[in-house]
Protein backbone atom coordinates (compact mmCIF):
# COMPACT_ATOMS: atom_id res chain seq x y z
CA UNK A 1 0.00 0.00 0.00
CA UNK A 2 0.99 3.46 -0.49
CA UNK A 3 2.72 5.50 2.25
CA UNK A 4 1.20 8.62 1.94
CA UNK A 5 -0.16 11.36 -0.21
CA UNK A 6 0.88 14.18 -2.71
CA UNK A 7 -0.97 17.21 -2.65
CA UNK A 8 -1.94 18.22 -5.06
CA UNK A 9 -2.95 15.71 -7.70
CA UNK A 10 -2.59 17.87 -10.22
CA UNK A 11 -1.07 21.23 -10.80
CA UNK A 12 -1.21 23.24 -13.93
CA UNK A 13 1.07 26.01 -14.61
CA UNK A 14 2.89 28.48 -17.34
CA UNK A 15 6.60 28.38 -18.15
CA UNK A 16 8.49 30.23 -16.12
CA UNK A 17 6.10 29.85 -13.11
CA UNK A 18 7.29 27.79 -9.78
CA UNK A 19 5.69 24.28 -8.65
CA UNK A 20 5.04 23.41 -5.30
CA UNK A 21 4.46 19.92 -4.56
CA UNK A 22 3.45 18.53 -1.12
CA UNK A 23 4.13 14.33 0.35
CA UNK A 24 2.87 13.57 3.40
CA UNK A 25 3.95 9.98 4.96
CA UNK A 26 3.14 7.98 7.67
CA UNK A 27 5.70 6.68 9.78
CA UNK A 28 9.53 7.67 10.81
CA UNK A 29 11.55 7.05 8.13
CA UNK A 30 15.72 6.84 6.97
CA UNK A 31 15.30 9.45 4.05
CA UNK A 32 12.77 10.73 1.48
CA UNK A 33 13.49 10.40 -2.12
CA UNK A 34 11.74 12.65 -5.21
CA UNK A 35 11.31 10.69 -8.27
CA UNK A 36 9.94 12.31 -11.28
CA UNK A 37 8.39 9.82 -14.00
CA UNK A 38 7.15 10.89 -17.91
CA UNK A 39 4.67 8.80 -19.15
CA UNK A 40 4.51 5.13 -19.68
CA UNK A 41 8.22 5.73 -18.72
CA UNK A 42 10.55 4.21 -15.91
CA UNK A 43 11.36 6.99 -12.67
CA UNK A 44 14.16 9.35 -12.81
CA UNK A 45 15.79 10.08 -9.43
CA UNK A 46 15.75 13.61 -8.81
CA UNK A 47 16.89 13.82 -5.05
CA UNK A 48 17.14 12.56 -1.50
CA UNK A 49 16.86 14.01 1.41
CA UNK A 50 18.23 12.25 5.26
CA UNK A 51 16.36 11.99 8.27
CA UNK A 52 18.67 14.37 9.60
CA UNK A 53 17.99 17.36 7.05
CA UNK A 54 16.22 19.83 6.81
CA UNK A 55 16.78 21.43 3.11
CA UNK A 56 18.50 20.56 -0.06
CA UNK A 57 18.80 21.74 -3.54
CA UNK A 58 19.79 20.59 -6.58
CA UNK A 59 19.92 22.86 -10.32
CA UNK A 60 16.35 24.17 -10.33
CA UNK A 61 14.96 22.11 -7.69
CA UNK A 62 14.67 22.83 -4.01
CA UNK A 63 13.43 19.79 -1.31
CA UNK A 64 12.14 20.53 2.21
CA UNK A 65 11.41 17.88 4.87
CA UNK A 66 10.00 18.33 8.50
CA UNK A 67 9.88 15.14 10.26
CA UNK A 68 7.75 16.74 12.94
CA UNK A 69 5.15 17.28 10.66
CA UNK A 70 5.90 14.24 8.66
CA UNK A 71 6.08 16.18 5.57
CA UNK A 72 8.07 17.44 2.62
CA UNK A 73 7.71 19.78 -0.23
CA UNK A 74 9.59 19.91 -3.80
CA UNK A 75 10.02 23.51 -5.58
CA UNK A 76 10.87 23.45 -9.38
CA UNK A 77 11.83 27.06 -9.93
CA UNK A 78 11.44 28.79 -13.55
CA UNK A 79 9.74 25.73 -14.94
CA UNK A 80 9.80 24.79 -18.44
CA UNK A 81 7.42 22.63 -20.84
CA UNK A 82 10.04 19.75 -20.56
CA UNK A 83 9.18 19.33 -16.91
CA UNK A 84 5.75 18.24 -17.46
CA UNK A 85 5.76 14.65 -15.83
CA UNK A 86 4.37 13.36 -12.92
CA UNK A 87 6.58 13.13 -9.06
CA UNK A 88 6.48 10.65 -6.76
CA UNK A 89 7.89 10.76 -3.29
CA UNK A 90 8.93 7.53 -1.79
CA UNK A 91 10.17 7.19 1.67
CA UNK A 92 12.57 4.45 3.43
CA UNK A 93 11.96 3.66 6.82
CA UNK A 94 14.83 3.04 9.18
CA UNK A 95 15.82 -0.63 8.98
CA UNK A 96 14.16 -1.81 5.25
CA UNK A 97 15.44 -1.16 1.92
CA UNK A 98 12.51 -0.90 0.02
CA UNK A 99 10.62 2.34 -1.48
CA UNK A 100 7.21 3.54 0.12
CA UNK A 101 5.92 5.88 -3.00
CA UNK A 102 3.47 8.08 -2.52
CA UNK A 103 0.12 8.46 -4.88
CA UNK A 104 2.10 11.38 -6.92
CA UNK A 105 1.70 14.84 -8.31
CA UNK A 106 1.02 15.26 -12.50
CA UNK A 107 2.67 18.70 -12.99
CA UNK A 108 1.53 20.00 -16.66
CA UNK A 109 3.44 23.01 -17.64
CA UNK A 110 2.11 24.98 -20.51
CA UNK A 111 4.36 26.95 -23.26
CA UNK B 1 27.76 3.36 -18.02
CA UNK B 2 24.80 1.78 -18.79
CA UNK B 3 21.46 1.72 -16.57
CA UNK B 4 19.00 -0.88 -15.71
CA UNK B 5 17.46 -2.72 -18.85
CA UNK B 6 14.39 -4.66 -19.04
CA UNK B 7 13.33 -6.73 -21.61
CA UNK B 8 10.34 -7.23 -22.87
CA UNK B 9 9.30 -3.41 -22.93
CA UNK B 10 5.67 -4.46 -23.72
CA UNK B 11 4.16 -7.75 -23.07
CA UNK B 12 0.43 -8.76 -24.26
CA UNK B 13 -0.68 -12.54 -23.08
CA UNK B 14 -4.26 -13.85 -22.31
CA UNK B 15 -5.39 -14.75 -19.42
CA UNK B 16 -4.03 -18.23 -17.83
CA UNK B 17 -0.68 -17.85 -19.59
CA UNK B 18 2.37 -17.83 -17.98
CA UNK B 19 5.20 -14.69 -18.78
CA UNK B 20 8.96 -14.28 -17.78
CA UNK B 21 10.39 -10.16 -17.55
CA UNK B 22 14.49 -10.06 -17.34
CA UNK B 23 15.68 -7.55 -15.61
CA UNK B 24 19.54 -6.18 -15.89
CA UNK B 25 21.20 -3.90 -13.73
CA UNK B 26 23.53 -1.80 -13.27
CA UNK B 27 26.79 -3.88 -13.46
CA UNK B 28 28.45 -2.93 -9.83
CA UNK B 29 24.84 -2.98 -7.99
CA UNK B 30 24.38 -5.73 -5.53
CA UNK B 31 20.77 -5.27 -4.86
CA UNK B 32 18.13 -5.51 -7.15
CA UNK B 33 14.51 -4.49 -6.81
CA UNK B 34 10.83 -5.58 -8.68
CA UNK B 35 8.11 -2.88 -8.25
CA UNK B 36 4.51 -3.14 -9.83
CA UNK B 37 2.67 0.05 -10.93
CA UNK B 38 -0.87 0.10 -12.34
CA UNK B 39 -2.24 2.65 -13.87
CA UNK B 40 -2.58 6.73 -12.07
CA UNK B 41 -0.63 5.20 -8.89
CA UNK B 42 2.99 5.06 -7.43
CA UNK B 43 5.05 1.81 -7.59
CA UNK B 44 4.60 -0.98 -5.16
CA UNK B 45 7.07 -2.88 -4.17
CA UNK B 46 7.18 -6.75 -4.42
CA UNK B 47 10.81 -8.00 -3.96
CA UNK B 48 14.31 -7.57 -3.42
CA UNK B 49 17.57 -9.58 -3.57
CA UNK B 50 21.21 -8.92 -2.50
CA UNK B 51 23.45 -10.67 -4.41
CA UNK B 52 21.79 -14.11 -5.39
CA UNK B 53 19.28 -13.88 -2.05
CA UNK B 54 16.16 -12.92 -2.03
CA UNK B 55 15.71 -10.60 1.24
CA UNK B 56 11.94 -9.29 1.11
CA UNK B 57 8.93 -10.31 -0.50
CA UNK B 58 5.72 -8.26 -0.15
CA UNK B 59 2.03 -9.69 0.45
CA UNK B 60 1.64 -8.80 -3.05
CA UNK B 61 4.11 -11.58 -4.55
CA UNK B 62 1.14 -14.44 -4.46
CA UNK B 63 2.00 -17.68 -5.04
CA UNK B 64 1.62 -17.09 -8.87
CA UNK B 65 4.94 -14.92 -8.63
CA UNK B 66 8.77 -16.11 -8.42
CA UNK B 67 11.55 -14.09 -8.65
CA UNK B 68 15.09 -15.41 -9.10
CA UNK B 69 18.64 -14.01 -9.48
CA UNK B 70 20.91 -17.13 -9.65
CA UNK B 71 24.15 -15.61 -10.59
CA UNK B 72 23.55 -12.11 -8.33
CA UNK B 73 24.09 -10.40 -11.97
CA UNK B 74 20.54 -10.32 -13.90
CA UNK B 75 16.82 -11.30 -12.20
CA UNK B 76 13.67 -12.71 -13.51
CA UNK B 77 10.23 -12.30 -12.24
CA UNK B 78 7.39 -15.12 -13.75
CA UNK B 79 4.20 -14.81 -13.41
CA UNK B 80 2.04 -18.12 -13.61
CA UNK B 81 -1.32 -18.36 -14.72
CA UNK B 82 -1.54 -14.34 -15.60
CA UNK B 83 -5.24 -12.84 -14.35
CA UNK B 84 -6.51 -9.36 -16.08
CA UNK B 85 -5.55 -8.23 -12.73
CA UNK B 86 -1.87 -8.67 -13.29
CA UNK B 87 -2.12 -6.16 -16.56
CA UNK B 88 0.68 -3.40 -14.92
CA UNK B 89 4.08 -1.56 -15.37
CA UNK B 90 6.53 -3.72 -13.58
CA UNK B 91 9.77 -1.72 -12.93
CA UNK B 92 13.07 -3.20 -11.89
CA UNK B 93 15.53 -0.77 -9.65
CA UNK B 94 19.35 -1.59 -8.60
CA UNK B 95 21.46 -0.06 -6.10
CA UNK B 96 24.84 -0.42 -4.26
CA UNK B 97 22.83 -0.73 -1.32
CA UNK B 98 24.13 0.57 1.87
CA UNK B 99 27.03 2.85 3.21
CA UNK B 100 27.22 2.84 6.58
CA UNK B 101 23.57 4.67 7.40
CA UNK B 102 23.15 6.44 4.51
CA UNK B 103 20.90 4.53 1.71
CA UNK B 104 22.21 4.76 -1.96
CA UNK B 105 20.47 5.51 -4.59
CA UNK B 106 18.03 2.91 -6.68
CA UNK B 107 18.25 3.36 -10.53
CA UNK B 108 14.92 2.20 -12.33
CA UNK B 109 14.82 0.45 -15.74
CA UNK B 110 12.06 1.35 -18.31
CA UNK B 111 9.88 -1.12 -17.44
CA UNK B 112 7.98 -3.53 -19.00
CA UNK B 113 4.33 -2.92 -19.70
CA UNK B 114 1.83 -6.26 -19.01
CA UNK B 115 -1.72 -6.55 -20.90
CA UNK B 116 -3.55 -9.56 -19.76
CA UNK B 117 -6.42 -10.34 -22.08
Known amino acids: SQQGEEDPQALSIQEGENATMNCSYKTSINNLQWYRQNSGRGLVHLILIRSNEREKHSGRLRVTLDTSKKSSSLLITASRAADTASYFC???????????FGTGTRLQVFP | DTGVSQDPRHKITKRGQNVTFRCDPI?????LYWYRQTLGQGPEFLTYFQNEAQLEKSRLLSDRFSAERPKGSFSTLEIQRTEQGDSAMYLC???????????????FGPGTRLLVL
Open chain 2, 93 to 107: ASSRGWTGRNQETQY
Open chain 1, 90 to 100: ATVREGTDKLI
Open chain 2, 27 to 31: SEHNR
